[in-house]
């Protein structure tokens, strides 16, 4: 049984940026932490009930990067139960892989080779189980009994989103970039991004989310209330919860805003693609899926460069392997110093088939 509050997304936008200095609290940082994070109540939530939290940092105002975390998904009682083994994050405080203090790559602000060092960073936190795209209060029946879960992953982007609108009112260079959970809403919310700045570079960046190649799932949208919560930007005339796949979240927000520079990176084994590929019924090695998927939206999109690493690791820019990753000879921080440029065409990368692929 689903119970869906669905959409009103404009309206609630609007509500979130009129509302800026109410609708907010301040965690105090300590001194030198040059992090603040930021609590919303309204429509936001948690999946365990808790208050939503996201993170804030203020550098250069005319570049923009906006980081949506990962953390996994779930659409049954199976997967959701926070009190059982759930299959993503559930709040946003701490301890939960939320905070991006806790973590290297582009969030280790003392490293010089950081291409992010200099720039001004919303860090939007997940913990809704819905890829940022949901807006329904679902009920999953279990063997110990119903779970009902808030899915509000459209509300906590758009919040984090008003803070971002109400404290860097015009960035000439915005970077919208997500891993795992994250990738999959970042170009949707590149393309809601593009309508807000329609004179700054728009790049979207995802990381550990191009090897869905699945039919429409269904089941995801339809328990999330996907379909209906979509932004407005996106033309979604004839898109249905059986029709949508994951793939056509890109080609939707090309068509929105054909300016945006998509950006993938994966690696070739990524354990955490190839988990959640079998949860979801159709597992498989990644790789071919992957390299299936990358082909097709190179030729759908106007503009696709992608990463392929080697093994199994999970993403890139939350830790230091965006530091060490090497493949076919390119450095993956030097290939995203060139990603983030507008003035540079960073290369396709692919891990060759010697052995490469299969490698750390």
Sequence with gaps: MIARRAGAARRRLARLVAGF?????????GTGNPWQTIERAGDTGCADGSPYRFHVRVADASR????????GACWNAATCDPAGKPTYRVHAGEGSGNDPREYGGAFDLDNP????????QVFVSYCSGDVYLGDATTRYA???GDVVIRHAGRANAEAALAEAYARFPAPKEVVVAGGSAGALASPVYAAVLAGRYPDASITQLGGGGAGYRLPPPTVLWESWGVIP????????????????????????????APGIRFHSYDNAY???????????GHPA???????????????DLPYLRSYVAGGEFHTLLRYDELYTRET????????LAGVIDPARDAPNVHCSCDGECRGP
Excluded: Y
């Design 21 to 29: 200095a109410l609708g907010a609290s301040a965690v105090a940082a």
């Design 64 to 71: 923009l990067l906006v980081f949506f975390n990962g953390g």
């Design 113 to 120: 080779e950081n291409p992010f060092r200099d720039w001004s």
């Design 142 to 144: 279990g063997q110990d």
């Design 229 to 256: 919560a979509l932004p407005a930007v996106l033309d979604t005339a004839g898109v249905s919860s059986d029709s949508l796949r994951i793939t056509d979240l890109h080609r939707l927000a090309a068509a929105a």
């Design 270 to 280: 990524d354990a955490v693609q190839e988990q959640f590929l079998a949860l979801l």
């Design 285 to 299: 090695e990644l790789l071919p899926v992957l390299d299936a998927n990358l082909d097709d939206l190179h030729a």
């Design 328 to 335: 076919a000879g390119v450095r993956a921080v030097d290939w």
